[in-house]
């Protein structure tokens, strides 16, 4: 029985990697809030046909493989450190081919690309949903957890959550990581301190989409763009939305989350992802030379 809301790319489970190349270039995936790394399947399995491992991993609290936790939705700087964590760990790497520091990129969608952010260098000035954010949000929370403002009152009793929150303003960045990606950032990204962005010494590429009214790139992408020093900035245009940047949409999926999978017309999801990734494995390619 078909329980994703995705299509699925055919691949062979652990198979092994080819040894084509002495050590694999490394993409680190992250998904969107909410999410899973499954949701970024169309791109690691296009940069995988391109050379390189894509590691895609659920972020614990902010993952839909998981009951939702208002903590994975509130602190998620804590999504960058993750990945530190992951590479700081080493014995997985050989059987992946993946040996060279010097070949380590960040990738995201929404939240993902704020977690790519975080690795590059930028830091937070105020998160989204905190009183104290000047930057007033728009909505109260995300699709997946409507009213997570309102947990922020009570969440400030435990001391787990508030050890957390008291290092927002850290440096998650890693000198590992060689440039980053960033799909669709989300309003989250407006919370980046100004000045990490300038000091940010890693090249970055944004790509939006010209219909995407969750995360509009004339707001998000656009203020990204002004503030980091080497920054492309990019736009794709023929009514793409916010959801495009999803794998294409199962029965099942159609059925459960119809707004998920409704392009318009003339719009081949497919296409875009085509388009995103092959940017993507130039981008990387770009910085490796």
């Known amino acids: 029985m078909e329980t994703s809301w995705f299509r699925r790319e055919a691949v062979i489970v652990n198979a092994p990697a080819s040894r084509t190349y002495d050590s694999f270039p490394l993409v680190l995936l992250s ?31 902010n993952t839909g493989s998981e009951p939702y936790r208002a903590e994975g939705f509130l602190c998620m700087w804590e999504r960058a450190a993750d990945f530190k964590a992951i590479l700081d760990q080493s014995s997985w790497r050989s059987e992946l081919g993946v040996e060279i520091n010097n070949q380590i990129f960040a990738a995201g969608f929404s939240a993902g690309a704020y977690t790519a952010l975080l690795l590059a260098g930028a830091r937070v000035a105020f998160s989204q949903f905190e009183p104290d954010n000047p930057l007033k949000s728009p909505v109260r929370g995300p699709r997946e957890f409507p009213n997570l403002a309102d947990e922020l009152p009570n969440l400030y009793e435990n001391p787990v959550f508030h050890a957390s929150w008291d290092r927002r303003r850290a440096d998650f960045s890693d000198a590992r990581v060689r440039s980053a990606l960033g799909i669709a950032p989300g309003r989250s990204v407006l919370g980046f301190s100004q000045d990490s962005l300038r000091h940010i010494r890693i090249p970055v590429q944004l790509i939006g989409g010209d219909e995407d009214t969750i995360a509009p790139p004339t707001q998000c ?9 080497i ?59």
């Open 31 to 61: 998904h969107g809030t909410g999410a899973t790394g499954v949701d970024l399947e169309w791109l690691g399995f296009r940069l995988a046909q391109q050379g390189y491992v894509a590691l895609a991993i659920d972020h614990h609290g």
């Open 221 to 229: 992408c656009q203020w990204l763009s002004e503030h980091i020093p």
């Open 231 to 289: 920054c492309k900035s990019e736009v794709l245009s023929g009514g793409v939305g916010h959801y495009t940047f999803l794998p294409e949409g199962s029965e099942t999926g159609r059925t459960a989350a119809p707004e998920l999978f409704a392009d318009p017309k003339g719009l081949s999801r497919t296409a875009i992802h085509d388009i995103v990734a092959r940017k993507a494995a130039d981008f990387f390619a770009s910085v490796s030379k």
